[in-house]
Nanobody, 116 residues
């Protein structure tokens, strides 16, 4: 299984970014996909998750600002981030979620840096 996140960058507070995570080697459409992030010196935390035909779920700290979506035809999950804050800075990863546990080894993340 390969999980490759992209789309990160440097943005000013209040700005927006759209992340994408391309996957291969899994039956994508049947997986709950999640975005995680890891800030410097902190543990990785879940940001949002989505299962086909069910409402997406969000961590409280991103509700109303981030939107997760998926394209099953492209085996890709997206994260639209708006109203970014400096505390959103970190490396963002995607993974398949089974209950509260990720299924696979972490793939390539993408760095998001929000300047104040």
């Amino acid at each position: 299984v390969q999980l490759q996140a992209s789309g990160g960058g440097l943005v000013q507070a209040g700005g927006s970014l759209r992340l994408a995570c391309a996957t291969s080697g899994l039956i994508f459409k049947s997986h709950r996909m999640a975005w995680y992030r890891q800030a410097p010196g902190k543990q990785r935390e879940v940001v949002a998750s989505i299962l086909s035909r069910e409402p997406a779920e969000y961590a409280d700290f991103v509700k109303g600002r981030f939107t997760i979506s998926r394209d099953n035809a492209k085996n890709t999950v997206y994260l639209q981030m708006t109203s970014l804050k400096p505390e959103d800075t970190g490396v963002y990863y995607c993974n398949s979620l089974l209950g509260q546990t990720v299924r696979y080894d972490w793939g390539q993340g993408t760095q998001v840096t929000v300047s104040s």
